[in-house]
């Protein structure tokens, strides 16, 4: 699709705010269901949406099909709303085409594919405590062009590839399961079979060694949540409170320059990072990425904002703006987002501690959005006992509430951890990235029976 073409469309239909997104992406997923092999799914979109948007209304719409006229298209969004207003046309900035190049290696994904699934039969068929398996296999190239009337014209591409498994085993009268996500950006250059084999083994040991592991022990007590685990909790119960579309519920709601944290806690967005699955160029409304901090020494800088809550809270976009497809509108999200790290050793905070819980690796999690309590269950991790790590627990779930446990974080360490698997599901599932370095606070820990 030309320049000139899309340049027509966007100046074919009125509204303060006028936008036009395109998108062709492929999707690749297949499984593997105890020991028996899914087929393996190849589709492609390549369609687009159109949006119209004064201070009190909003048009949407969706053009599905191949064959679509986008002038065309326009012409009957402008007649079906009414949006026959004077018109200020606009002129695209790019001096040449953006092309959205199609995928040539889809047969050579599908094969690896395969042979991952392979893999993973062969690692799982010689654990014999391991009583049901489970792994999916989500592969995605999303492209996609934006041209609107205020950021004009640019396009990105990104990778979303992910391996799901879930492994349910018994032994010794024991059962449990456990799950483990895996990702990497360009699964093509960066996947091998040695590097598969070697991290489906090891999971299946970590597994092995859980159910030697004996119940948490229930009360408020003190937590070093590593920094390969603490994604979770971070994610979900302070990164959400930041985002500005969720201020009616947040309790950060109105609190720049505020005190909302202990001493030495910094949290920063930053989409630049190459790589991650949080990296990108433009968010989808155009906007150029760029770091932020969000709060700085303890103190509320900034939210997250896309260009429609930016416009009403009176400040800049900050390039939050995110869909899961042409057919959604933009969010505010999160891109690779971090907790700063400080000048602690995580030995050192193991021995200020005399009965305690050492988080290894968590699951799962709720957080309620109008009183921002939490809980979230603990997959793996260490009883502290007499200022060392002691006897491995399982069964354990950790509570709290938010702004409290922000506000009792009594140490920071300096091993900034990224954690790059995550799929956030507020309203549209999209990948993060989050980062954390290890952190002591206090928790309610429940023993899950």
């Excluded at 991790?381 to 354990?396: F, T």
């Excluded at 506000?407 to 990224?418: K, R, S």
Aim: glycine share 4%.
């Amino acid at each position: 699709m030309k320049k000139q073409e899309i340049q027509n469309a966007l100046n074919n239909f009125s509204g303060d705010f006028r936008e036009i997104f395109i998108e062709n992406s492929d999707f690749i997923t297949g499984g593997f269901i105890n020991w028996n092999l899914k087929n393996i799914n190849v589709n492609n979109t390549a369609w687009v949406s159109i949006l119209s948007r004064t201070w009190s209304d909003e048009y949407f719409k969706v053009v599905s099909g191949d064959d679509y006229n986008l002038l065309k298209e326009t012409q009957n969004f402008k007649n079906q709303y009414n949006l026959n207003n004077k018109i200020k046309n606009v002129e695209l900035n790019w001096e040449y085409e953006l092309v959205l190049e199609a995928n040539e290696n889809l047969e050579k994904t599908v094969e690896i594919i395969k042979n991952v699934l392979k893999i993973f039969e062969n690692v799982i068929k010689k654990s014999n405590f391991i009583v049901a398996s489970e792994a999916a296999i989500n592969l995605s190239i999303k492209r996609f062009i934006i041209a609107n009337t205020l950021w004009s014209f640019d396009k990105d591409e990104l990778y979303y590839n992910s391996i799901f498994l879930k492994l349910i085993w018994e032994k010794s009268g024991a059962k449990e399961e456990i799950f483990r996500k895996i990702t990497w950006i360009n699964i093509l250059e960066d996947l091998s079979e040695e590097k598969l084999e070697k991290l489906f083994i090891d999971t299946v040991k970590n597994l092995e060694a859980q159910l030697e592991g004996i119940p948490a022990e229930s009360w408020e007590m003190d937590v070093i949540i590593w920094n390969e685990s603490g994604w979770t909790i971070i994610h979900e119960a302070i990164w959400h409170g930041l985002e500005w579309d969720l201020q009616g519920s947040s309790v950060y709601a109105w609190k720049i320059w505020e005190k909302v944290a202990s001493d030495n806690v910094t949290i920063v967005d930053d989409p630049c990072i190459a790589n991650l699955r949080g990296y990108y160029t433009v968010d989808h409304e155009g906007i150029p990425a760029k770091k932020i901090t969000l709060i700085e020494n303890w103190v509320l800088k900034t939210y997250m904002h896309n260009l429609k809550t930016a416009e009403k809270f009176d400040v800049e976009p900050t390039g939050h703006a995110r869909r899961e497809t042409y057919k959604h509108k933009t969010l505010v999200r999160m891109w690779t987002t971090y907790l700063a790290p400080w000048k602690d050793k995580k030995e050192d905070l193991i021995t200020k501690i005399k009965d305690g819980l050492y988080v290894s690796e968590m699951w799962w999690g709720q957080v309620n959005t109008v009183t921002w309590d939490f809980v979230f269950k603990v997959q793996s991790g260490y009883k502290i006992k007499d200022w060392k790590l002691a006897q491995r627990v399982r069964w354990a779930t950790l509570s709290w509430n938010w702004p409290e446990m922000l506000n009792n974080v009594f140490g920071i360490c300096d091993d900034l951890e990224f954690f790059d698997w995550g799929t956030c599901g507020k309203w549209q599932a999209m990948p993060v990235s989050d980062w954390t370095a290890t952190l002591w606070t206090k928790l309610k820990v429940s023993w899950l029976n």
